[in-house]
């Protein structure tokens, strides 16, 4: 009834409108009513009332802050981020609407404006324990880890009655997350984790991270057992399926690593640790191609890489679309029993209900079997009934368009097929594009030292793989990038050392193991690879010293033992080189390079059947072993078995060109079997890889002796002789070229000097001596049965000379009468004698 008057009571102005201005009591009222139901976790009742109250007096900041902390309850964070920022433009003093706003962000995922409005909290209440924990959450979540801790730590012995028991066990995880991902006092954090069990037994993150530290620790069987209690707390945890997927694996149970680390990736596809385990187990399988994708995947994940790049690069086809499965939806939120108490992960604390059903209303253990099932090919009665008729259908469609579709196929193939120019080179070019990929992505992206050491550890591990598929340029290639991320990893050394060896790189390679030692003196592997190479290269001495120091190191390493026996063959121990290499076979039953060491060491002993065994045993292990082949033509060739020796050089040349001295032996065996043209083949082959062949230019000097050429054969045994000025079989050709040639002081010369330097063996030379001008001489022995057979004639014609010798003399005593006495002497010459002696005097 003041008819709009303006009265003023107090400071404040009021315009009476009684017929506009709602009362102030109905604010009241539904702002008490608004409270009551937000003590009994009625969160929508109390935003309704809470709702009427700001419509009739929106200038109460207890009535927003309350209306916000019923949403922040209800999960509208948005809304009570909104909220709580209109309590501190109304009045900034309220602190509660900055630890309220701040515990919204944090659940909202905006971390740092989290941590600000904690900060502002914890400067006003420096004992507000709940507080110091939900900063400790937000503080981890931006990486500030000794912050986040110091907080943990301080809300921890505060013991304040402000946490309940469940959070006080996310205090203790949330301290023990904060050391892990320093990766430091393991120790520590197992106390920790075992703290936040002990407080919340369901709590599956603290057995996971438990699990983790303990791996750090090397309780691989512990690790193994708190993830098995995780994936059971949390099936639908990727993290928790790896990590017991990596203690399996370090435990050698590959099979059920790989499992494991299977259902990792069926919850989270770009999981790189399961990845990188999955790999790791398939490699150890034999599994390499799988173990390469999967370590392609990892790396071109953390590279932010299109895996289909990196597989388009590697295969000539591209990869094959699979027919994506019905993904399960996640459990809503009230079924899943989420605790309200642990911000930023409230699965953490609390477990998923086991009658969880997916889309289709079936539980998981249900929905498991019936993928599992249908993995394995197992049908129920309705899909096999209902698969017939269709089957039918399809048969005969499939007629009628199969010649049509073939015809397209063989088409489209013809330019897509691996062995083709035209894929090759469009591979080659999806390589260098995605090397080219890498290096940018490696030089814009940011990691820290635990990123970039799991990079140099897939870089190397997809190296191993790549050194069992023969990529000798992947490897090298994957080993340079580990080396450039991580050089003190030794393996990435020696692996790119090995693949050098096997390029001819010796020098490289000889490089990179040593500064594989240099990192790791006790590393075998590149004390062995540095022995292949030492020996590739002629210094067997050194490749002898190098396998030793590795078996000092490891007695049970059989490629050690073949290597130092198959040295020890080059510098002429041929006994120890035995011993090494029965060490080696009995390590190692199906040890080729010590079987075919075996068969070297009898060659040289003289035991020609034995090397023809252990010799064949390494080419029923490996038929491209050519040092085998060689080794048992060469036993084969001094039992006599030409044709065989022939057919085991013509194999051991085939694999292995390089080898002159098989062209030698071939040469001279083609000589004796009378092919002259093929042993002048060999010969010249022999003397293009090493001019220095002495056997060769003796062999070709004989050639040309026996084919008339007398000077070329003399020119030919004059180069012998410069390379090896005692070569007998070189001074008996040419003697008996001069001989030829009637230069015999020449020719008695050079058979003087034939026969000097080994007169047990050259009956050519002999020939020669005696100017057998008209006689045809036989070939120069090469082979020791050549050399036993002359030596056996020799002692023959000495026998039979004796015996000859011995009848003679007898014959002759016979004829002499066999008498020893003296004749009689007559008289009259007994007076002629003393007429005469008297004439004398």
């Known amino acids: 009834g003041t008819g709009g008057q303006k009265l003023r009571l107090g400071f404040m102005p009021i315009q009476l409108l009684s ?452 990529d000798l340029a992947g490897t090298i290639s994957d080993c340079s990038k580990a080396i450039t991320l991580n050089a003190r990893v030794p393996f990435c050394w020696a692996a790119r050392g090995e693949a050098k060896r096997q390029q001819d790189d010796l020098d490289s390679a000889i490089s990179d193991c040593s500064e594989a030692l240099r990192l790791d003196p006790a590393y075998v592997p590149a004390y062995i690879t540095r022995a292949k190479a030492k020996l590739k290269q002629g210094l067997a001495a050194f490749a002898v010293t190098d396998c030793s120091e590795a078996l000092a190191l490891n007695l049970h390493q059989p490629v050690a033992w073949s290597i130092r026996a198959l040295a020890r063959l080059e510098t002429g121990d041929a006994k120890a080189a035995l011993e090494d290499a029965l060490s080696a076979t009995n390590l190692k039953p199906d040890s080729v390079d010590g079987w075919c060491a075996r068969g070297g060491a009898k060659l040289d002993l003289l035991d020609y059947q034995g090397a023809v065994a252990d010799s064949s045993h390494a080419i029923e292990l490996s038929a491209g072993c050519a040092r085998a082949w060689f080794n048992r033509a060469c036993a084969k060739a001094e039992l006599k078995d030409i044709n065989a020796a022939l057919a085991d050089f013509d194999e051991a040349i085939k694999l292995w060109p390089e080898n002159f001295i098989a062209y030698s032996h071939r040469a001279t065996l083609r000589l004796r079997a009378g092919d002259t043209s093929g042993a002048e083949e060999d010969i010249n082959k022999a003397l293009e890889a090493d001019p220095r062949l002495v056997a060769a230019w003796c062999m070709q000097a004989e050639i040309k002796r026996a084919q008339g050429d007398q000077k070329g054969a003399i020119a030919d045994a004059t180069k012998a002789l410069k390379f090896d000025p005692n070569c007998a079989p070189a001074y008996s050709t040419r003697g008996q070229a001069h001989s030829r040639l009637e230069a015999h002081d020449k020719a008695v010369k050079d058979c003087q000097k034939a026969v000097k330097l080994d007169p047990p063996t050259l009956e050519v030379a002999r020939l020669g001596w005696k100017h057998a001008v008209g006689s045809d001489p036989k070939p120069t022995p090469m082979f020791q049965f050549e050399l036993d057979e002359i030596a056996a004639k020799e002692k023959a014609e000495a026998e039979a000379a004796e015996k000859i010798a011995a009848k003679e003399a007898k014959e002759a005593k016979k004829a002499a009468g066999g008498s020893t006495k003296k004749p009689k002497k007559t008289k009259d010459k007994d007076k002629d004698d003393k007429k005469g002696k008297k004439e004398k005097a």
């Open 19 to 470: 017929w506009k201005l709602p009362d102030p009591c109905i604010a009241f009222e539904f702002s008490n009513l608004g409270d009551e139901r937000l003590g009994k976790d009625d969160d929508l009742g109390a935003i309704s009332a809470l709702n009427k109250a700001i419509e009739v007096e929106p200038r109460w900041p207890t009535v927003w802050l309350h209306r916000a902390q019923a949403k922040y309850q209800l999960g509208d964070f948005q809304g009570a981020i909104l909220d709580a920022t209109k309590v501190i433009e109304l009045e900034d003093r309220i602190t509660r609407g900055y630890g309220l706003r701040g515990e919204a962000r944090l659940e909202d995922g905006d971390f740092e404006g989290a941590a600000s409005d904690f900060d502002l909290v914890i400067t006003r209440e420096p004992q507000a324990a709940k507080i110091l924990w939900k900063r400790s959450r937000a503080r981890l979540e931006l990486g500030r880890l000794e912050e986040s801790l110091a907080d943990s730590k301080a809300a921890i012995a505060l013991h304040s009655s402000e946490l309940s028991q469940m959070e006080l066990a996310d205090c203790w995880l949330v301290s023990a997350l904060s050391q892990s991902r320093m990766a430091k006092n393991f120790g520590a954090i197992c106390k920790a984790c075992t703290s936040a069990i002990l407080l919340n037994p369901n709590m599956a993150e603290a057995y996971l991270t438990r699990g983790q530290a303990q791996l750090n620790l090397g309780f691989v069987g512990a690790c193994e057992d708190d993830c098995g209690k995780a994936v059971e707390l949390d099936p639908d945890s990727a993290t928790a399926w790896a990590y017991r997927g990596r203690a399996r694996l370090t435990q050698n149970k590959n099979e059920l690593a790989a499992e494991d680390c299977r259902a990792a990736l069926d919850l989270d596809d770009k999981c790189r640790l399961a990845m990188s385990t999955l790999g790791s187990a398939l490699l150890t399988l034999g599994d390499n191609e799988g173990a390469v994708d999967n370590c392609d995947r990892a790396v071109c994940y953390m590279l932010d890489i299109d895996p289909e790049i990196s597989y388009k690069a590697r295969h000539s086809k591209p990869k094959p679309k699979k027919v994506p499965e019905v993904k399960k939806r996640r459990i809503s939120q009230d079924l899943k029993g989420k605790n309200k108490n642990a911000p930023g992960a409230r699965s953490r604390a609390g477990t998923e209900s086991k009658d969880d059903k997916d889309k289709s209303g079936l539980t998981k253990a249900e929905a498991k079997s019936n993928r599992d099932r249908a993995a394995s090919g197992d049908k129920s009665e309705e899909d096999k009934g209902g698969k017939k008729s269709e089957n039918k259908y399809s048969a005969k469609e499939d007629k009628k368009t199969s010649k049509k579709s073939e015809d397209k196929k063989s088409a489209e193939d013809k330019n897509s097929r691996p062995g083709s120019r035209e894929s090759q080179e469009e591979q080659a070019a999806q390589l260098l594009k995605l090397e080219e990929l890498e290096a940018n992505a490696l030089a814009q992206k940011k990691m820290d030292q635990a990123e970039v050491e799991e990079l140099a550890h897939l870089y190397s591990m997809r190296a191993e793989a790549k050194v069992a598929l023969a």
